[in-house]
């Protein structure tokens, strides 16, 4: 005999019908309960550290894709014209030009390139220019959104009809998902300093970076994306079953986030020193 979650009404007792519940029934409504009563509510008032992580993540990825391998040991000087925009001032916060310009130069120094200071000084000519940095936010909800179509339909007809107006609909969803998105292109190229000759060009380098938050049935904000290593509830990490904390595979990316020592760091060797250490032994008799 199968068993079905189901509601029965009984023959009537003292004229009443009755409501008798299966146990399947009893089971749902439990589940029920406990999904609301544990369900919790969220908010992030600003967005500003999101947007400017999200933003200098794409810097990140634009940049270390720039392989400036071919100029390894040349004196180059970077020419930053056409990074900078006096007039229309670009950026999230403090990922601005000036954030990029360093992050090129950082990039050119782990690739073994002499920086000069002055134009004068070098043998190349490096000029970089940026195509975009700026962010967006989309906002996506499942279900009915606050102050709808509906609501201001039903207000606007009410007005007309001499009726009071409705208020307006709160926010009715199952989920919301809200996404924060940035994007920056770079572009490089060297030539001769002297003879303008073309040397090497990098070709165009898009870099993209996203955070998303989620809320199911009240319960949020979820934070997924590229800037977070593992799921986040409201800025805390939390553990799922089944899922693994994500890392950054080997690539450009990957080795421009790591910290590293070059050849000029290190200390000379005993070897290459000039000085002579003294020695303990006390000189023989002279012959």
């Known amino acids: 005999m199968r068993s079905h979650a189901s509601i029965l009404i009984r023959p009537p007792f003292n004229g009443e019908p009755r409501l008798c519940w299966g146990t399947s029934g009893l089971l749902l409504i439990g589940i029920?309960?406990?999904l609301v009563s544990f369900a919790g509510c969220g908010t992030t008032k600003q967005a500003t550290a999101t947007d400017q992580m999200v933003?200098?993540?794409?810097?990140?990825?634009s940049v270390s894709r720039i392989d400036f391998t071919p100029l390894t040991g040349q004196k180059v000087f970077l020419d930053t014209t056409y990074i900078q925009s006096p007039k229309t001032?670009?950026?999230?916060?403090?990922?601005?030009?000036e954030y990029v310009i360093s992050s090129v130069r950082q990039q050119m120094v782990s690739a073994g390139l002499l920086i000069q200071e002055t134009r004068d000084m070098s043998d190349f000519v490096v000029e970089v220019r940026l195509g975009v940095l700026g962010g967006d936010q989309h906002e996506m909800v499942y279900g009915v959104p606050s102050g709808s179509g509906i609501g201001t339909a039903a207000s606007a007809v009410a007005s007309g009809n001499g009726v009071?107006?409705?208020p307006s609909i709160p926010e009715l969803s199952i989920a919301k998902r809200q996404?924060?998105?940035?994007?920056?292109k770079v572009a490089a190229f060297a030539y001769h300093r002297v003879t303008r000759e073309r040397a090497w060009q990098s070709g165009i380098s898009l870099g993209q970076s996203a955070a998303h938050d989620y809320w199911v049935f009240g319960a949020g904000p979820f934070q997924t994306g590229n800037i977070h290593n593992r799921i986040q509830l409201a800025g805390s990490p939390v553990q799922l079953p089944l899922v693994r904390p994500k890392q950054d595979p080997p690539g450009p990316v990957h080795a421009y986030r790591q910290s590293m020592i070059f050849e000029a760091a290190h200390p000379a060797s005993p070897s290459e020193t000039t000085i002579d250490q003294a020695s303990a032994e006390s000189p023989g008799p002279v012959k």
């Open 55 to 61: 933003a200098s993540d794409a810097v990140d990825r």
């Open 164 to 166: 009071p107006l409705l």
């Open 89 to 97: 001032p670009t950026g999230i916060g403090f990922v601005n030009p």
């Open 179 to 184: 996404d924060h998105v940035a994007a920056v």
């Open 32 to 34: 029920a309960t406990g």
